[in-house]
């Protein structure tokens, strides 16, 4: 599909040449955008422009006047440069200073509560300011808005996912930074510390397998709320038996020795030599499974299963279709994705399914 707008205007891919930020300019070209490429390193802009024929800027989210300079003309800024909680704020004051439109693929909880913090100035700035528009959260968030909606009066909201693939350079290095914060699930509508570890359950997903699922701090504990009010929040993850056996006594430790920014330093470097991220084979395979339930206090519940795309394929996929959406019917405040797009703007991904039962 060719996205054909004859009024689109310029707009910026910041970390284009990021593992994520490759797939996402490489997916903008096939639907006939031409965004103009940004980050901070010319020796890997200037290839990748070039080999593509699209115009790029390099510039320093930390030195304002580069920052401007680079924001200058642009309409809309897609920023992809992690981890986000080092990255986001910059751009997002950036763009509130001049007007542009910002979107980012964070799964990060404190830059998707940023983000929402600033919806005055946004509303006031006439912009829009939409985070997670990658894997997480659109699918989740998507499908927390799909079951609130038919179960008005919900408290409880249960969110699982299985990523049949692997992490990214970016998405390690992002894990890393939340690691010393722990676990998290939201109560009573606030944030509150959950060990890691604890809560480990049994799910089937819709491709018939049962998987043991843990409680993780997802970026759904704040935009699922933002989404649906249901103060009561629990973000899941599949992982292997043996890996959730082992987490409870390494918690602690995990926590206390990450929380040594030479740690996290030491264990980003060595990211940088041991994770590749997904090659196309496994993207092309890979797939990535939802599952979603909203509870009442009288015992009544709705839930809901979702098939669709690998995560790094998939943002590649949503990242453009909210880019396309934004400069289409240009949203205002500081949104999340079923918010600014509708519940079923998850159902534009090829290749994904939705289910009411199993």
């Given amino acids: 599909m060719v996205y054909e707008n004859r009024k689109m205007k310029n ?6 040449t990021g593992y994520t930020g490759v797939l996402i300019v490489k997916e903008a070209v096939s639907r006939g955008h031409k965004p103009i490429l940004g980050g901070r390193s010319i020796e890997k802009l200037k290839p990748l422009a070039e080999s ?9 989210l930390d030195k304002p006047h580069e920052l401007e300079f680079g924001l200058r003309d642009i309409d809309l800024v897609l920023h992809c440069a992690g981890p986000f909680v080092h990255t986001s704020h910059i751009m997002i004051q950036a763009c509130l200073r001049l007007g542009i439109n910002y979107l980012d693929i964070t799964g990060e909880i404190p830059v998707l509560e940023n983000t929402f913090a600033h919806h ?3 509303v006031e700035s006439k912009i829009a300011l939409i985070s997670g528009v990658g894997f997480d959260v659109v699918p989740t968030d998507c499908m927390a808005k799909y079951v609130s909606e ?3 009066g919900a408290t409880q909201l249960e969110i699982a996912f299985a990523a049949i693939s692997s992490p990214s350079q970016g998405t390690a290095k992002s894990m890393v930074e939340m690691l010393p914060k ?3 699930i939201r109560r009573s509508g606030k944030l509150e510390f959950y060990p890691l570890g604890k809560g480990s359950k049994k799910l089937t997903f819709s491709d018939g397998v049962e998987r043991t699922i843990l409680p993780i701090p997802w970026g759904d504990l ?6 649906t009010g249901i103060p009561n929040i629990t973000t899941y993850s599949h992982y292997p038996e043996s890996f959730v056996s082992a987490l409870p006594f390494l918690e602690s430790s995990i926590r206390y020795l990450t929380d040594f920014e030479i740690v996290r330093t030491t264990l980003q470097k060595l990211i940088e030599f041991i994770v590749e991220g997904p090659n196309e084979e496994m993207r092309k395979n890979g797939k990535s499974l939802v599952y979603v339930k909203a509870s009442d206090d009288a015992g009544n519940s709705k839930e809901a299963w979702l098939e669709t795309l690998e995560g790094y394929l998939f943002t590649a996929k949503s990242s453009l279709l909210s880019v396309e959406a934004v400069l289409r019917s ?9 918010l600014a797009f509708g519940k079923d703007f998850i159902m534009q991904v090829p290749g994904t399914m939705r289910f009411d039962s199993i």
């Avoid at 240009?330 to 079923?338: D, E, F, K, N």
């Fill in 11 to 16: 707009w910026l891919i910041y970390g284009a």
């Fill in 120 to 122: 005055a100035k946004a």
């Fill in 330 to 338: 240009r949203p205002v405040g500081a949104l999340t994705p079923s």
């Fill in 182 to 184: 722990g676990g998290m």
């Fill in 222 to 227: 704040a935009s699922a709320f933002v989404s």
């Fill in 150 to 152: 038919s179960l008005p």
């Fill in 52 to 60: 593509l024929g699209l115009s790029y800027k390099v510039f320093n």
